[in-house]
């Protein structure tokens, strides 16, 4: 079984190593054969820098904060419930006692999963808007590469060391403030 596993992780390495040279070769023969314009860019700037980025965020952050107040409103009653209960407990005969507990539980039950709802929801509506950034993104970048002969855009996080002159960033977000500053909810 060991040796199976070995041979697995054997196979994944040979076809990582062949597909890093694969793109070591390419981009070679690009900068050297055709003399390729070649840039790089930082998505994760532009989706934090840009105006309709930072309108994005705002957005998030105060809806993160609306539903920490409110949640924490919703605990602190809660809490507040069942230190009453506790203190009923010697009064209260053992059923109605059971009874109480039980409704609280519910209640206990129903804010952990409508507060759990309601931050998987406000998760969903950032990768939705963030898509539709992206969409609107995606245009401006293939007409600027067009514009300025761009051969190739790489992704900022996949570089190691590049010239600063090759990051395109600063300028991609200028073009997106000028396309677009909020997003309609």
């Known amino acids: 079984m060991r040796l199976n596993l070995l041979d697995s992780e054997l196979e994944l390495l040979f076809k990582m190593k062949i597909k890093s040279t694969f793109i070591i070769i390419f981009l070679t023969f690009l900068t050297f054969s055709v003399k390729a314009e070649i840039a790089y860019i ?3 700037l532009i989706l934090k820098s840009s105006k309709v980025g930072k309108f994005l965020n705002d957005h ?4 993160q904060l609306e539903y920490k107040d409110m949640y924490t409103n919703i605990e602190n009653a809660l809490k507040n419930k ?3 209960l506790i203190a009923q407990q010697n009064i209260l005969n053992k059923e109605d006692f059971e009874n109480k507990l039980k409704i609280l539980t519910k209640e206990v039950q129903k804010y952990r999963s409508d507060k759990q709802s309601s931050y ?3 998760k969903q509506f950032k ?3 963030t898509k539709k950034i992206l969409k609107i993104l ?3 970048i293939t007409k600027f590469v067009d514009l ?3 051969s190739i855009v790489i992704p900022k996080k996949n570089i190691i060391v590049g010239k600063k002159n090759l990051d395109i960033t600063d300028q991609i977000i200028a073009l997106l403030d000028d396309s677009v500053e909020k997003l309609k909810f």
């Open 42 to 44: 930082d998505i994760n």
């Open 60 to 63: 998030i952050a105060n809806k």
């Open 82 to 84: 069942e230190k009453s």
């Open 120 to 122: 998987d929801d406000l």
């Open 127 to 129: 990768i939705d808007n």
């Open 138 to 140: 995606n245009p401006i």
């Open 148 to 150: 300025n002969s761009i």
